[in-house]
């Protein structure tokens, strides 16, 4: 006898959600991507800007004008720094997403294979099968919440890396920037440059907590529905043998 | 007739919820000390003084104030919001380790209600 498993729609977004959570390998794939291409971007452009500026000695460097080697360099390096980290955390965050999309799976088979059991037993003895927690929701909701944060961490970091950042150290360090005034437009554009990875940083990491959140919810759902299980199984023996 | 029960309770899920808390209260600190104190710590020293001022600042002035607060705090915030994701990660791997025996608990209900079930297998 098959036994046919009920489709238990979610509601949207959540419907989204649960559509993509069997693609978790190619999740973790991808962020696994990001943290090489953050890599490569390391080797490859960070640190040869960061050489070509320390090439010569302090005065010569910070006496550069702007448009030459040394201040592209520069350029080059706080652009990069400004995006990489958070594109390095997306990735992540995307391999910690795949682990919950993974166990989201796994709580989901574990229902169906509720189902398949129960619907072999004789109706007047089967245990009825309990909704779908709440908690599902939460996970999902909570994996989400943290992409979406190291998402926007990354954007903001776009954003700078596309204007302030390159604006602001694109001058001459000794003759433009050194002697720039409160009030000036280079050191309200200082302002920003040296304060926001102060709380870009932290906000990275909250929306990582959101996503070991949601790994840790989702376990507690798995447990539930194991436990669940077994008292499904208990309650249905006790009833077949008190006959 | 078996006794059937299931799983025993296990410290590990008694235990965790307290790692997941923690981990929220360390990185929740470490963003309201980043938000609102470091940030404007930061505005204040960069924006408001030219170099010459912050290179030539005397001890106790605030200048020099603002500069230790913003070199000493990010020496121990940093680890302190890592000790959070540690947290969250020493809770996950409580949760997964209380699973093997509620697993060996489920198999043997299984073992147990199996006969049962064939005998009242639906039609």
């Known amino acids: 006898m098959k036994v046919q498993i009920p489709e238990e729609k979610a509601p949207f977004p959540f419907s989204m959600i649960e559509g993509m959570m069997p693609l978790y390998p190619w999740i973790a794939i991808m962020g696994w991507g990001f943290v090489l291409v953050s890599l490569l971007i390391g080797i490859f452009s960070l640190s040869p800007a960061v050489s070509t500026f320390f090439s010569d000695s302090k005065a010569v460097r910070e006496a550069a004008e702007a448009g030459s080697a040394f201040v592209n360099a520069n350029v080059t390096a706080h652009v990069l720094e400004s995006w990489v980290p958070q594109f390095k955390f997306v990735g992540l965050g995307l391999g910690l997403l795949a682990i919950t999309m993974a166990l989201g799976t796994i709580a989901k088979r574990l229902r169906g294979m509720g189902w398949v059991i129960t619907g072999h037993i004789r ?66 554009q200082l302002e920003t440059v040296s304060s926001f990875a102060k709380w870009l940083n932290p906000l990275r990491l909250t929306g990582m907590a959101f996503l070991f959140t949601g790994i840790t919810i989702a376990l507690t759902v798995i447990i539930g529905a194991l436990k669940g299980q077994a008292d499904l199984l208990i309650g249905f023996f006790n009833r077949a043998t008190a006959n | 007739m078996e006794n059937l ?114 005998q009242n297998y639906a039609e």
């Open chain 2, 5 to 118: 029960q299931g799983p025993s309770k296990s410290w590990q899920l008694t235990v965790y919820p307290i790692f997941t808390v923690l981990g929220w209260i360390l990185i929740g600190v470490a963003l309201l000390i980043g938000l609102f104190v470091l940030t404007p710590t930061a505005i204040d020293y960069f924006g408001g003084n030219a170099k010459a001022v912050r290179d030539s600042a005397e001890a106790g002035s605030a200048v020099i104030s603002q500069l230790s607060t913003l070199a000493s705090t990010q020496r121990w915030l940093e680890p302190l919001a890592f000790l959070g994701v540690a947290s969250f990660m020493l809770g996950i791997a409580l949760e997964f380790s209380a699973i093997p025996n509620i697993l060996k608990n489920r198999g043997q209900v299984m073992s147990i209600c199996f006969p049962q079930i064939v």
């Open chain 1, 123 to 188: 109706e007047d003895l089967r245990p009825k099968m309990p909704s779908i927690p709440r908690r599902v929701r939460y996970f999902q909701f909570s994996a989400l919440m943290g992409v979406m944060i190291l998402v926007a961490a990354l954007i903001v970091g776009i954003v700078l890396g596309v204007t302030v950042v390159p604006d602001y150290w694109s001058h001459s360090i000794a003759t433009e920037l050194n002697p720039a005034q409160p009030g000036s437009a280079l050191l309200q």
